[in-house]
């Protein structure tokens, strides 16, 4: 199972290079992916499978007890089956569906590909993270398909309301489902429902199963944000019919029927569910009635018919599972080809307005047959799959009990409803439009109309299986328990021929009514105009009766609030906002501190004299800074508290840590010196001295509310240090001496994972606010600057003696030698601008720096280093190529870019994390190989040194970057102002 979720995502991210060297032709290998996955899938055996699921299960947090486990049963079988099949002609139908022309083809190709495999992996998930994890992956997928046509603002809007309806109950359901694991002690969804919990539930486990509701009921639009799914037709037609059809709406249904077995227990829950079921059927119906647009007609029908399998599925007794189950084959069995009918009416005839569509089955038979007989089916005529399964539903709820036969009068009306816009659809697709001209005759490829033929046969065919189509489908019904009235049960059958009796009466009531209603199209659609709230009711009342409406109030409400808000809190000035924040920290902290008790007993306010003497040097060096008028000195004074707190660190006896502490504050320093070329020298004066008081009581509140936190904090303490058990566990697991580098590129491998990736983020967000055209821009080497041009020349420079500027070697003078200058790029420079000492130190140090940093990085895992502080040595020597040459010397030091180290170091880490897997570990998992290697001896290998060397390469891009946009680009921009 789980080499079919990768196979999707192969295939997901060679999609558009797919469709960039082969157009829209690449959908057809595409395809071949959901479709050996669902070949895979139809070889299995459901009755092995409901006896036995199969399990895979990997290891992912085991923490957190979080691995990726996924199961499959005879639910997930049918579901994974639908996702896969129905997914495989929907991408052969996009193949004619686009043209090769189609602005984001290549995003598109991959973001369906990447969909279909996150449905799979939605359905076969068993731990409830990594199903909600494919549940929000279905979220933004979705989304970006929605959005397709960014251009149109109808687009946009639809993307929008769908992403946030959605992910609000998705949230919800998130809460509900983990509050179900802490209750029953596991995440597996299988064990959730199987526990014994579900035979005493109280207001906890109903409180948890409504907020699954909600977000079932939003994943698949039901009442009240169903408005997300119609709008969600400016998408291009295939995600219509794979998405809203066959895929995504579905997962809600999916949800509730998962947790059948226990909702089975809480007849409360149930009841909620049918009732938002029938109504949103009712309303659903009632709405495609009055559509002239095909596709929203069918959008509408869609939201109908997802209430009529949400009311059946939310009963929860054998039969009704057995029932809703068939149910949600057929409607995939019927929406899909019908979503794929109006897409090849669209493209080909340029509307899907019924009333200017006039004569479509005399040019197109084939495709008007396909709609047809899908449109039968969906109004449950004989004897099509629709039918068999509605026939289902109907006697599941007639043999249920009083309130089932209540909830049964409700989804006869609605299929009355459905009878109705079935016929509606027929006629304004393929029959005549009084008024509108014929339209012209084309030609359609089998390939564009060949996918819904293939959807349809099996619709034609399944209804002839009947009986093994129920024994698959009762693998999961039997699973629901049968309580209470319900315990007799087994009076539900799938078949083409049902018994004659009150439910086959409803099926001819329901398709006679709708009939009727169909033929009174004209008076009907008077009667809605007549009744529609929009007719009678404005201002409040109408938005409240309006679900979108009311959507949009809300969203408007947000973004009012929020411009109320903004300006209070976000002036643009950096001293007000982190006051705010700091202010916020006092508030927090100080009603704590204030209730403590005393001071800790064992507070010991130094180990040695030289502490306090540290302590008064960063105290002055902290209170210079904060009275200094010129920036670069309150630079240099901050450097000096962070090289204090270094040797804090090292008299703890963590010279890792203080060497660590030192580079990180060096390279901050260079950072801050070069951004402040762009900045007043001094810092602006306050003309008020209440503004300065009030800074100086936020600054010394805020060290005494961090003081007395750390105090307090350190005292709390109520387990015993774990750093003496760090020592053996870095050697034998880790394979290290050296427990801080161990803990971080192994222990904690996550945490730096996650922290290299900020500093990724970190850099593009410097060089974003520096570049303004793009990027990564071509390196200047020195070969290719114009003889005699140099660079940092200034207009207030003034003339010197011209002896006084010759510093490299003539080529008379030293006849034969190539190093005429201490470094490459030391004639690019102007002469005034020139520092022959520092030109001397960076040619001796860099290389000594280099290999330094190379052996911190190697030696990291026994000794003070590691891959982070390698990379900071190896950037600060760069930046000291950088000061002393200029941005020619950088180039000639690294003539790489930054992006290219960047994204190389972050290859380097992922693949540190995947390679174990491929040999039966874990992700990130150390392995120690030991090498006798001649003169060197016995030599130690880890593997997390991989990780070290991705994290190496990043801080130097992180640097390199850093030096590209404040240093260069800035040069650059000086430069310009100076002609």
Same mark, same amino acid.
């Given at each position: 199972?789980?080499?079919?979720?990768?196979?999707?995502?192969?295939?997901?991210?060679?999609?558009?290079?797919?469709?960039?060297?082969?157009?829209?032709?690449?959908?057809? $290998?595409?395809?071949?992916?959901?479709?050996?996955?669902?070949?895979?899938?139809?070889?299995?055996?459901?009755?092995?499978?409901?006896?036995?699921?199969?399990?895979?299960?990997?290891?992912?947090?085991?923490?957190?007890?979080?691995?990726?486990?996924?199961?499959?049963?005879?639910?997930?079988?049918?579901?994974?089956?639908?996702?896969?099949?129905?997914?495989?002609?929907?991408?052969?139908?996009?193949?004619?569906?686009?043209?090769?022309?189609?602005?984001?083809?290549?995003?598109?190709?991959?973001?369906?590909?990447?969909?279909?495999?996150?449905?799979?992996?939605?359905?076969?998930?068993?731990? %409830?993270?990594?199903?909600? #994890?494919?549940?929000?992956?279905?979220?933004?997928?979705?989304?970006?398909?929605?959005?397709?046509?960014?251009?149109?603002?109808?687009?946009? &809007?639809?993307?929008?309301? +769908?992403?946030?309806?959605?992910?609000?109950?998705?949230?919800?359901?998130?809460?509900?489902?983990?509050?179900?694991?802490?209750?029953?002690?596991?995440?597996?969804?299988?064990?959730?429902?199987?526990?014994?919990?579900?035979?005493? *539930?109280?207001?906890?486990?109903?409180?948890?199963?409504?907020?699954?509701?909600?977000?079932?009921?939003?994943?698949?639009?039901?009442?009240?944000?169903?408005?997300?799914?119609?709008?969600?037709?400016?998408?291009?037609?295939?995600?219509?019919?794979?998405?809203?059809?066959?895929?995504?709406?579905?997962?809600?249904?999916?949800?509730?029927?998962?947790?059948?077995?226990?909702?089975?227990?809480?007849?409360?829950?149930?009841? #909620?569910?049918?009732?938002?079921?029938?109504?949103?059927?009712?309303?659903?119906?009632?709405?495609?009635?009055?559509?002239?647009?095909?596709?929203?007609?069918?959008?509408?029908?869609?939201?109908?018919?997802?209430?009529?399998?949400?009311?059946?599925?939310?009963? +929860?007794?054998?039969?009704?599972?057995?029932?809703?189950?068939?149910?949600?084959?057929?409607?995939?069995?019927?929406?899909?080809? /019908?979503?794929?009918?109006?897409?090849?009416?669209?493209?080909?005839?340029?509307? &899907?307005?019924?009333?200017?569509?006039?004569?479509?089955?005399?040019?197109?038979?084939?495709?008007?047959?396909?709609?047809?007989?899908?449109?039968?089916?969906?109004?449950?005529? *004989?004897?099509?799959?629709?039918?068999?399964?509605?026939?289902?539903?109907?006697?599941?709820?007639?043999?249920?009990? =009083?309130?089932?036969?209540?909830?049964?009068?409700?989804?006869?009306?609605?299929?009355?409803?459905?009878?109705?816009?079935?016929?509606?659809?027929?006629?304004?697709?393929?029959?005549?439009?009084?008024?509108?001209?014929?339209?012209?005759?084309?030609?359609?490829?089998?390939?564009?109309?060949? *996918?819904?033929?293939?959807?349809?046969?099996?619709?034609?065919? /399944? *209804?002839?299986?009947?009986?093994?189509?129920?024994?698959?489908?009762?693998?999961?019904?039997?699973?629901?328990?049968?309580?209470?009235?319900?315990?007799?049960?087994?009076?539900?059958?799938?078949?083409?021929?049902?018994?004659?009796?009150?439910?086959?009466?409803?099926?001819?009531?329901?398709?006679?009514?709708?009939?009727?209603?169909?033929?009174?199209?004209?008076?009907?659609?008077?009667?809605?105009?007549?009744?529609?709230?929009? &007719?009678?009711?404005?201002?409040?009342?109408?938005?409240?009766?309006?679900?979108?409406?009311?959507?949009?109030?809300?969203?408007?409400?947000?973004?009012?609030?929020?411009?109320?808000?903004?300006?209070?809190?976000?002036?643009?000035?950096?001293?007000?906002?982190?006051? =705010?924040?700091?202010?916020?920290?006092?508030?927090?902290?100080?009603?704590?501190?204030?209730?403590?008790?005393?001071?800790?007993?064992?507070?010991?306010?130094?180990?040695?004299?030289?502490?306090?003497?540290?302590?008064?040097?960063?105290?002055?060096?902290?209170?210079?800074?904060?009275?200094?008028?010129?920036?670069?000195?309150?630079?240099?004074?901050?450097?000096?508290?962070?090289?204090?707190?270094?040797?804090?660190?090292?008299?703890?006896?963590? $010279?890792?840590?203080?060497?660590?502490?030192?580079?990180?504050?060096?390279?901050?320093? #260079?950072?801050?010196?070069?951004?402040?070329?762009?900045?007043? #020298?001094?810092?602006?004066?306050?003309?008020?001295?209440?503004?300065?008081?009030?800074?100086?009581?936020?600054?010394?509140?805020?060290?005494?509310?961090?003081?007395?936190?750390?105090?307090?904090?350190?005292?709390?303490?109520?387990?015993?240090?774990?750093?003496?058990?760090?020592?053996?566990?870095?050697?034998?697991?880790?394979?290290?001496?050296?427990? %801080?580098?161990?803990?971080?590129?192994?222990?904690?491998?996550?945490?730096?994972?996650?922290?290299?990736?900020?500093?990724?983020?970190?850099?593009?967000?410097?060089?974003?606010?520096?570049?303004?055209?793009?990027?990564?821009?071509?390196?200047?080497?020195?070969?290719?600057?114009?003889?005699?041009?140099?660079?940092?020349?200034?207009?207030?420079?003034?003339?010197?003696?011209?002896?006084?500027?010759?510093?490299?070697?003539?080529?008379?003078?030293?006849?034969?030698?190539?190093?005429?200058?201490?470094?490459?790029?030391?004639?690019?420079?102007?002469?005034?601008?020139?520092?022959?000492?520092?030109?001397?130190?960076?040619?001796?140090?860099?290389?000594?720096?280099?290999?330094?940093?190379?052996?911190?990085?190697?030696?990291?895992?026994?000794?003070?280093?590691?891959?982070?502080?390698?990379?900071?040595?190896?950037?600060?020597?760069?930046?000291?190529?950088?000061?002393?040459?200029?941005?020619?010397?950088?180039?000639?030091?690294?003539?790489?870019?930054?992006?290219?180290?960047?994204?190389?170091?972050?290859?380097?880490?992922?693949?540190?994390?995947?390679?174990?897997?491929?040999?039966?570990?874990?992700?990130?998992?150390?392995?120690?190989? %030991?090498?006798?290697?001649?003169?060197?001896?016995? %030599?130690?290998?880890?593997?997390?040194?991989?990780?070290?060397?991705?994290?190496?390469?990043?801080?130097?891009?992180?640097?390199?970057?850093?030096?590209?946009?404040?240093?260069?680009?800035?040069?650059?921009?000086?430069?310009?102002?100076?002609?």
């Amino acid at each position: 199972m789980l080499l079919v979720l990768v196979a999707h995502l192969a295939a997901a991210l060679l999609g558009p290079v797919a469709v960039r060297a082969i157009g829209r032709n690449a959908f057809y $290998p595409l395809a071949v992916v959901p479709a050996l996955s669902a070949v895979w899938l139809a070889s299995m055996s459901p009755a092995q499978l409901a006896e036995e699921p199969r399990v895979e299960s990997v290891p992912w947090i085991p923490q957190l007890g979080i691995s990726l486990t996924f199961r499959l049963d005879t639910l997930s079988w049918v579901m994974a089956l639908l996702a896969t099949g129905i997914g495989t002609l929907v991408l052969l139908y996009c193949a004619r569906y686009f043209k090769d022309t189609e602005p984001g083809l290549g995003r598109f190709a991959g973001v369906l590909t990447a969909f279909a495999g996150a449905m799979v992996g939605l359905v076969l998930a068993d731990d %409830v993270m990594v199903m909600f #994890v494919f549940w929000e992956l279905t979220t933004i997928f979705s989304y970006l398909l929605i959005g397709h046509y960014a251009e149109k603002q109808a687009s946009r &809007r639809a993307a929008i309301n +769908a992403l946030i309806s959605t992910t609000a109950g998705g949230l919800a359901m998130f809460v509900g489902l983990l509050m179900l694991g802490e209750r029953a002690g596991t995440l597996s969804l299988a064990g959730i429902v199987e526990d014994p919990m579900w035979r005493a *539930p109280d207001a906890f486990l109903v409180t948890a199963l409504l907020l699954i509701t909600a977000g079932a009921a939003s994943k698949s639009a039901l009442l009240p944000t169903h408005f997300w799914l119609p709008g969600a037709m400016a998408a291009p037609t295939p995600v219509s019919a794979y998405l809203h059809a066959a895929a995504m709406v579905k997962a809600g249904v999916y949800m509730v029927l998962r947790l059948d077995p226990a909702i089975a227990h809480v007849p409360s829950v149930g009841t #909620v569910i049918a009732v938002l079921g029938a109504a949103t059927m009712l309303l659903g119906g009632w709405r495609a009635l009055r559509q002239t647009d095909i596709k929203l007609l069918l959008a509408y029908g869609t939201v109908s018919q997802l209430g009529f399998l949400m009311a059946v599925a939310g009963i +929860a007794t054998p039969d009704a599972a057995l029932a809703a189950t068939a149910m949600l084959v057929a409607h995939a069995a019927f929406k899909a080809p /019908l979503f794929m009918v109006v897409g090849i009416i669209d493209k080909k005839f340029g509307t &899907r307005d019924l009333r200017m569509l006039s004569g479509v089955w005399r040019v197109a038979p084939v495709v008007a047959a396909i709609g047809v007989l899908s449109a039968a089916s969906m109004a449950a005529v *004989p004897p099509l799959l629709g039918f068999v399964a509605k026939e289902a539903i109907f006697t599941a709820l007639w043999e249920g009990g =009083t309130g089932q036969r209540v909830l049964l009068i409700a989804l006869v009306v609605g299929s009355i409803l459905t009878v109705a816009y079935s016929w509606r659809f027929v006629v304004g697709a393929f029959g005549r439009a009084g008024g509108a001209p014929p339209v012209r005759a084309v030609r359609i490829p089998w390939g564009f109309w060949a *996918p819904p033929a293939v959807i349809v046969a099996a619709s034609l065919a /399944l *209804p002839f299986a009947s009986h093994p189509f129920e024994e698959v489908l009762r693998g999961f019904s039997e699973t629901v328990p049968a309580l209470g009235e319900h315990a007799e049960h087994g009076a539900v059958h799938l078949t083409m021929l049902p018994h004659l009796g009150v439910p086959l009466a409803l099926s001819g009531l329901a398709l006679g009514l709708g009939a009727v209603l169909a033929v009174l199209a004209r008076p009907l659609e008077r009667l809605q105009r007549a009744v529609s709230p929009q &007719r009678w009711t404005d201002g409040r009342i109408g938005v409240l009766l309006d679900a979108e409406r009311g959507f949009r109030a809300i969203m408007r409400a947000v973004d009012g609030l929020a411009i109320l808000v903004t300006p209070l809190y976000q002036r643009g000035s950096l001293p007000f906002t982190l006051g =705010t924040m700091l202010v916020v920290t006092i508030a927090l902290a100080a009603p704590i501190l204030i209730w403590q008790n005393p001071l800790p007993d064992n507070l010991v306010p130094f180990v040695t004299p030289v502490e306090v003497l540290l302590l008064v040097v960063a105290a002055v060096a902290a209170i210079g800074a904060a009275r200094a008028r010129r920036r670069l000195r309150a630079v240099f004074l901050i450097t000096v508290t962070g090289y204090v707190v270094a040797l804090y660190f090292l008299l703890a006896g963590a $010279p890792d840590v203080a060497m660590t502490q030192v580079l990180v504050e060096t390279m901050m320093t #260079v950072v801050l010196v070069l951004a402040l070329r762009r900045l007043p #020298v001094y810092f602006s004066r306050r003309p008020l001295d209440l503004d300065r008081w009030v800074r100086w009581a936020i600054a010394i509140g805020t060290a005494a509310a961090m003081c007395g936190v750390a105090v307090y904090a350190a005292a709390a303490r109520t387990q015993s240090p774990l750093g003496k058990d760090l020592i053996e566990a870095a050697y034998t697991i880790g394979g290290g001496h050296n427990v %801080v580098n161990v803990t971080l590129v192994d222990a904690r491998v996550w945490d730096t994972f996650g922290e290299i990736s900020v500093l990724l983020v970190v850099a593009t967000g410097v060089a974003s606010l520096i570049f303004v055209t793009r990027r990564e821009q071509a390196i200047s080497r020195v070969s290719s600057l114009r003889t005699g041009r140099t660079i940092w020349n200034r207009r207030i420079d003034g003339e010197l003696p011209r002896n006084l500027l010759e510093f490299d070697t003539r080529p008379e003078d030293v006849a034969g030698n190539r190093w005429r200058t201490w470094l490459s790029a030391g004639r690019t420079l102007a002469p005034q601008r020139r520092m022959v000492v520092l030109e001397v130190i960076t040619r001796l140090s860099f290389p000594l720096m280099m290999m330094f940093s190379v052996y911190l990085l190697m030696a990291g895992h026994n000794h003070p280093g590691g891959g982070f502080a390698g990379g900071l040595v190896a950037g600060i020597a760069l930046t000291l190529r950088y000061i002393a040459g200029g941005r020619y010397e950088l180039s000639e030091a690294a003539p790489v870019q930054a992006g290219l180290v960047l994204g190389v170091g972050m290859a380097t880490a992922v693949l540190a994390g995947v390679v174990p897997v491929a040999f039966g570990g874990s992700v990130f998992s150390t392995a120690t190989p %030991v090498l006798h290697v001649p003169v060197l001896g016995e %030599v130690h290998l880890p593997t997390a040194l991989l990780f070290d060397i991705g994290v190496y390469l990043v801080v130097i891009g992180v640097v390199l970057d850093i030096l590209r946009s404040l240093g260069s680009q800035i040069d650059l921009h000086q430069e310009a102002e100076d002609g």
